[in-house]
């Protein structure tokens, strides 16, 4: 599948001061010949869905818990963080706060999705609990291994109706008509709080743990700017003892899905590029690291044509990450691949994410033009 003879694309990266990060899943682990791609040139890896909050949470546990928290089962997580610690990958930790597909008994009266909602203490002092547990369990388990966690995952909201007009963060408050039950019940600040729960359980561990919020669209100006306003509230929301802003945010994660949603239309245009290496600039200004955390560059036609535009866009693509790093500015620390492999067959939510010609890798594990162009683009 991949020639012996090529250098890593993590071993280029470094070069150029980022991490080559991709994505795994408990399906792709039974797959050899994907691991086998992951190892030969990834130095980082993100869990599509297992450390997530609605994978880790033991609803049947959580019901007879002795101490009234919730409980975790990190079965499925361990074996997948067990096997990048195996191979000499790191991880990044994604996600402790999330709205979407959260669970709704996390936030019930002793866990009884037949009873009321608890109170907002109730649910803060679940949530530091769960974010200390989480944090605390994979840095003893696999020390080192996670090198930085998204702690907050799309807080800001799409609409103006999904926010408070007066809100310059635009956290949302609903998503596709359903509340976010993270601000409707641990209160307006949860992005800040679940920020400093992070922080204390880090310092806690004394780990070398960075610390990101994550979010889509962040290269389209109004998402931008939002995003600026949230990390700067978060870095102003506590003190240290003698009276300065503790530094709660590290990094911001940059969700890399580049083109038309679910349409050729708006794939690969190259206006998109400038914009993006204009938000890695912006959002490293205070001193922020900057991580492109899911990227998959949309593709939805396998012709010679359009193939051939996508390996050329991905070229440019990384020449621009490889460029906005100099030898004494290197804001972007990490670029992590999440349309990784082409798939032809694929439908429903993944058709649009991602498009099924986005991959680096075609369906058979062969590498594409795509990739011979990244990897030419972060030669020396």
């Given at each position: 599948m991949h020639s012996q003879s090529l250098t890593p694309l993590y071993a280029l990266a470094e070069k150029h001061g980022f991490k080559m990060g991709a994505v795994y899943s408990?399906?792709?682990?039974?797959?050899?010949?994907?691991?086998?791609?992951?190892?030969?040139?990834?130095?980082?890896?993100?869990?599509?869905?297992?450390?997530?909050?609605?994978?880790?949470?033991?609803?049947?546990?959580?019901?007879?818990?002795?101490?009234?928290?919730p409980v975790m089962n990190y079965r499925t997580a361990d074996m997948m963080i067990r096997w990048a610690r195996e191979n000499n990958i790191?991880?990044?930790?994604?996600?402790?706060?999330?709205?979407?597909?959260?669970?709704d008994w996390f936030f019930r009266r002793d866990y009884d999705p037949e009873k009321p909602y608890a109170d907002r203490e109730t649910m803060r002092l679940r949530t530091r609990y769960y974010i200390h547990q989480v944090v605390t369990h994979f840095e003893e388990t696999f020390p080192g291994t996670i090198y930085c966690w998204d702690v907050v995952n799309e807080a800001i909201g799409d609409h103006p109706d999904e926010w408070d007009g007066s809100d310059a963060r635009h956290i949302r408050t609903i998503r596709g008509g359903v509340d976010n039950l993270f601000k409707t019940h641990l209160g307006n600040d949860y992005v800040e709080f679940a920020f400093l729960c992070a922080k204390e359980a880090v310092e806690k561990l004394g780990a070398d743990i960075k610390l990101f919020y994550n979010d889509y669209n962040m290269y389209y100006p109004w998402k931008r700017d939002a995003a600026i306003q949230l990390v700067h509230s978060i870095n102003h929301y506590a003190r240290d003892?003698?009276?300065?802003?503790?530094?709660?945010?590290?990094?911001?994660?940059?969700?890399?899905?580049?083109?038309?949603?679910?349409?050729?239309?708006?794939?690969?245009?190259?206006?998109?590029?400038?914009?993006?290496?204009?938000?890695?600039?912006?959002?490293?200004?205070?001193?922020?690291?900057?991580?492109?955390t899911e990227m998959?560059?949309?593709?939805?036609?396998?012709?010679?044509?359009?193939?051939?535009?996508?390996a050329d866009f991905c070229g440019k693509l990384f020449r621009m990450f490889a460029s906005v790093n100099t030898e004494t500015e290197r804001p972007l620390t990490c670029v992590a691949v999440w349309g990784m492999q082409d798939h032809p067959d694929i439908q429903?939510?993944?058709?649009?994410?991602?498009?099924?010609?986005?991959?680096?890798?075609?369906?058979?594990?062969?590498?594409?033009?795509?990739?011979?162009?990244?990897?030419?683009?972060?030669?020396?």
């Open positions: 408990p399906w792709s682990m039974k797959n050899e010949a994907y691991l086998s791609y992951l190892k030969a040139h990834f130095n980082s890896v993100t869990c599509a869905n297992e450390t997530k909050a609605y994978s880790l949470l033991d609803h049947a546990a959580s019901l007879s818990s002795p101490d009234g928290m790191r991880v990044r930790g994604h996600v402790l706060v999330w709205d979407a597909y959260m669970t003892a003698a009276g300065q802003y503790r530094k709660l945010c590290d990094g911001v994660g940059m969700q890399g899905y580049i083109g038309g949603y679910g349409k050729q239309q708006g794939c690969m245009d190259e206006k998109d590029i400038p914009d993006i290496e204009k938000a890695i600039r912006m959002y490293a200004a205070p001193g922020l690291e900057v991580h492109l998959a560059v949309r593709n939805y036609e396998n012709t010679p044509e359009m193939m051939e535009k996508h429903g939510y993944g058709y649009r994410m991602n498009g099924p010609y986005c991959g680096l890798i075609d369906e058979n594990h062969q590498l594409k033009k795509s990739f011979y162009a990244v990897h030419d683009a972060l030669k020396p």
